[in-house]
């Protein structure tokens, strides 16, 4: 197994994966590493094993950078099975409740939508991974338990309606981070008075980064490696919504080495993405109270480009 990793490339970038349903996240990650025969890799925030889309995953250096893309909003399809609600809020779980449903119009279903857009609190699913007492929610309720949840706030920046059946809705959602669209589904079949759960979803966006660009694990493997390697997109594309710095030559030298500098036209505050002649993108920079920009992310490539 040792030399198996010694063997393993130090490849950097970010591989935009469309996840089939039925795997889950961390399963999708190891085949799409093992593809790459890269030496390190993470996801920017799992998936469901049942929902299929857009999972970016980053591979060497991009890993240092994944945790600000967990913050980013996010946008999905979704198909609500109404008139069933079960004790995960999708499909794969056990029916707790059944009710009937209302005879749907466009103008209902608006009606019973409108006080989900916006700023509002949600209560987490119990089958989730937040803790409680240092345990994990789904490990809780497989034990039977049903803890308290506090709502939590978040923003539903859109919430359209794309079409509906007599016992369906199919929307599309924009979201802040933070949001479960099982508890989504969830709270609209309660606002119809039938119930209703997850039967369909799929994630579009990423913050800037988009499905369209997307690559299943099918179809990654039927490329030969140096084509794999190409689907691979910049790392600073997980940080887009930074502001650009531009650094000289001795700038970019001092921030390699640790030390705050003064840039002309910089930010006046916030983090940075960090820029130097001959490197491209060196990672990211926060804007310090007495103007300079110190380095905080930055990105250890021994040479410019995708691979050492």
């Given at each position: 197994?040792?030399?198996?990793?010694?063997?393993?490339?130090?490849?950097?970038?970010?591989?935009?994966?469309?996840?089939?349903?039925?795997?889950?996240?961390?399963?999708?990650?190891?085949?799409?590493?093992?593809?790459?025969?890269?030496?390190k890799?993470?996801?920017?925030?799992?998936?469901?094993?049942?929902?299929?889309?857009?999972?970016?995953?980053?591979?060497?250096?991009?890993?240092?950078?994944?945790?600000?893309?967990?913050?980013?909003?996010?946008?999905?399809?979704?198909?609500?099975?109404?008139?069933?609600?079960?004790?995960?809020?999708?499909?794969?779980?056990?029916?707790?409740?059944?009710?009937?449903?209302?005879?749907?119009?466009?103008?209902?279903?608006?009606?019973?939508?409108?006080?989900?857009?916006?700023?509002?609190?949600?209560?987490?699913?119990?089958?989730?991974?937040?803790?409680?007492?240092?345990?994990?929610?789904?490990?809780?309720?497989?034990?039977?338990?049903?803890?308290?949840?506090?709502?939590?706030?978040?923003?539903?920046?859109?919430?359209?309606?794309?079409?509906?059946?007599?016992?369906?809705?199919?929307?599309?959602?924009?979201?802040?981070?933070?949001?479960?669209i099982?508890?989504?589904?969830?709270?609209?079949?309660?606002?119809?008075?039938?119930?209703?759960?997850?039967?369909?979803?799929?994630?579009?966006?990423?913050?800037?980064?988009r499905?369209?660009?997307?690559?299943?694990?099918?179809?990654?493997?039927?490329?030969?490696?140096?084509?794999?390697?190409?689907?691979?997109?910049p790392?600073?594309?997980?940080?887009?919504?930074?502001p650009?710095?531009?650094?000289?030559?001795?700038?970019?030298a001092?921030?390699?080495?640790?030390?705050?500098?003064?840039?002309?036209?910089?930010?006046?505050?916030?983090?940075?993405?960090?820029?130097?002649?001959?490197?491209?993108?060196?990672?990211?920079?926060?804007?310090?109270?007495?103007?300079?920009?110190?380095?905080?992310?930055?990105?250890?490539?021994?040479?410019?480009?995708?691979?050492?």
């Open positions: 197994m040792s030399q198996f990793r010694s063997n393993r490339r130090p490849i950097h970038g970010v591989f935009l994966l469309d996840k089939v349903p039925g795997y889950s996240s961390n399963a999708s990650l190891q085949k799409v590493k093992r593809l790459f025969n890269a030496q890799a993470g996801h920017t925030g799992s998936l469901d094993p049942i929902a299929s889309g857009l999972l970016p995953i980053c591979l060497g250096e991009a890993t240092k950078l994944s945790s600000y893309l967990l913050h980013s909003d996010k946008r999905y399809v979704v198909r609500v099975r109404l008139g069933v609600e079960t004790d995960t809020a999708d499909i794969e779980g056990a029916v707790i409740l059944q009710g009937e449903v209302p005879p749907l119009t466009a103008s209902l279903i608006d009606e019973v939508l409108t006080p989900f857009r916006g700023a509002i609190a949600q209560v987490p699913p119990m089958y989730s991974a937040l803790k409680h007492q240092g345990q994990r929610l789904y490990d809780l309720a497989r034990k039977g338990l049903d803890i308290e949840r506090e709502p939590r706030p978040i923003t539903i920046y859109e919430l359209l309606l794309q079409g509906f059946t007599e016992t369906s809705l199919d929307l599309e959602v924009h979201c802040s981070k933070g949001t479960y099982r508890s989504l589904a969830q709270d609209i079949g309660r606002a119809l008075g039938c119930g209703g759960h997850v039967e369909v979803l799929r994630r579009t966006a990423v913050g800037d980064l499905l369209e660009n997307a690559t299943t694990v099918d179809g990654l493997e039927a490329l030969e490696l140096p084509v794999r390697d190409r689907c691979l997109q790392m600073d594309g997980l940080v887009a919504h930074f650009r710095v531009e650094l000289s030559d001795s700038l970019s001092l921030v390699r080495q640790g030390n705050p500098v003064l840039v002309t036209q910089a930010p006046t505050s916030g983090w940075v993405r960090l820029y130097g002649p001959g490197i491209g993108f060196m990672g990211l920079g926060e804007v310090l109270d007495d103007g300079r920009v110190g380095p905080r992310r930055i990105l250890q490539l021994g040479t410019p480009g995708t691979i050492e």
